[in-house]
């Protein structure tokens, strides 16, 4: 059975880069599109971006994109959320979860059946 | 932007009720409405997909149903574990959308 383990909790400063993963167990990680979440403290679940490991591609919420960076290398079974700088408001708490896709180019999906622990990123001077 | 509107924000019921969570889309989404639950400080745990698919190890009383824009999710006999978060989820466009979460309140 595939679990995703992630990186552990981060504090960083405003401006600072940052780069939290999602290593999967299994053999099949670049069969299936990766997700993030963001949920910010006591608050509902924000979908940020996909990923399919298999070949890189990527697609975004327009709300996070330009924001983050979402990569993988499929050598290692990891998934990866990147900020460049980061801001105040990047503090939350951070899923990836696995895709269950209807297609190849995951154009719907049947929800994410499988998540990490969640990464708690904290920014603050 | 899909938009995914849940209602209630919150209920109150008792141990063994038959509940009702609903949840609008702005357009059709066809039956690509998945449910989540999370507990406290845990990820969400996917309940249903495809509007009335029950994931693998999911209790059977939790049901889903609806197609198009209208879609519930019924609990069917609470038990005192179900009183937590419940959430929507449209995977039919990009950016996929979450509801804004229904609380389940012990009575």
Redesign the interface.
């Known amino acids: 059975e595939v679990q995703l383990v992630q990186s552990g909790a981060e504090v960083k400063k405003p401006g600072e880069s940052l780069r939290i993963s999602c290593k999967a167990s299994g053999n099949s990680f670049s069969s299936y599109w990766i997700g993030w979440v963001r949920q910010m403290s006591g608050k509902g679940l924000e979908w940020i971006g996909i990923i399919w490991p298999g070949g890189s591609e990527t697609k975004y919420s327009p709300s996070f994109e330009g924001q983050v960076t979402i990569s993988a290398d499929k050598s290692i079974n990891t998934a990866y959320l990147q900020w460049r700088r980061l801001k105040a408001s990047d503090t939350g708490i951070y899923y990836c979860a696995r895709l269950d896709c209807s297609s190849a180019s995951c154009h719907n999906d049947y929800g994410m059946d499988v998540w990490g622990q969640g990464t708690t990123v904290t920014v603050s001077s | 932007?899909i938009q995914m509107t849940q209602s209630p924000s919150s209920l109150s019921a008792s141990v063994g009720d038959r509940v009702t969570i609903t949840c609008r889309a702005s357009q059709s989404i066809?039956y690509?409405l998945?449910w989540?639950q999370?507990k406290p400080g845990k990820?969400?745990?996917?309940l249903i997909?495809?509007a009335a698919?029950l994931?693998s190890g999911v209790p059977s009383r939790f049901s889903g149903s609806g197609s198009g824009t209208d879609f519930t999710l019924t609990i069917s006999g609470l038990q005192p574990e179900d009183f937590v978060t419940y959430?929507c989820?449209q995977?039919?466009?990009?950016?996929?959308?979450?509801?804004?979460?229904t609380k389940v309140e012990i009575k």
Do not use: W
């Open positions: 932007d066809g690509y998945n989540y999370q990820a969400p745990k996917l997909y495809a698919s994931q959430y989820q995977s039919y466009s990009i950016p996929r959308t979450f509801g804004q979460g």
